[in-house]
């Protein structure tokens, strides 16, 4: 449940993930949301989601070397990392609304009709457009 998830994570100094593939990185994201630094490969979802995180430290996957430097780094400055973290967290909750969720999904249909309609001519694809919500 959230409330353990968020009360295990006030006891870590941060998050390590060793990671070869990961979708989506929440574990990362969870790390982040509770103030704590992440160091974790670039890889997938984990890339996309900490590239532009002040509190998130990036290392080549299989690199043990660099993941341990990174680590390194964090430990060294547990104080300015965890404000790094903090402000990772601000930085998440602006940007992980349902809306911009939403505007995601609407950016996501728009190219798959797009693939559709140069895979199949423009007929088969035109009859589907995006529901649009009236929020814009």
């Known amino acids: 449940d959230r409330p353990a998830m968020r009360a295990a994570y006030v006891w870590a100094d941060g998050a390590a993930l060793p ?9 990362a994201q969870e790390a982040l ?3 704590r630094p992440v160091v974790a490969s670039r890889v997938g979802g984990l890339e996309e989601l ?3 995180l002040p509190g998130a430290q990036l290392a080549p996957p299989g690199d043990a ?9 964090v430990a060294s400055d ?3 990392w965890r404000a790094r973290a903090e402000a990772s ?12 969720a939403l505007d ?23 009859a589907v457009e995006p529901a649009g919500r009236g929020r814009r």
Not at 19 to 27: H, I, N, P, Q, R
Not at 65 to 73: G, I, P, T, V
């Open 104 to 126: 995601a999904l609407d950016r996501a249909y728009a190219i798959a009709l797009a693939h559709a309609a140069r895979g199949r001519g423009r007929g088969a694809a035109s």
């Open 65 to 73: 070397a660099a993941l341990a430097e990174a680590l390194a780094q």
């Open 33 to 35: 949301l509770a103030g």
């Open 89 to 100: 967290a601000q930085m998440l909750l602006a940007s992980r609304t349902p809306e911009a």
């Open 50 to 52: 900490l590239a532009d």
């Open 19 to 27: 990671s070869y593939t990961e979708a989506f990185g929440l574990v």
């Open 78 to 80: 547990r104080g300015g």
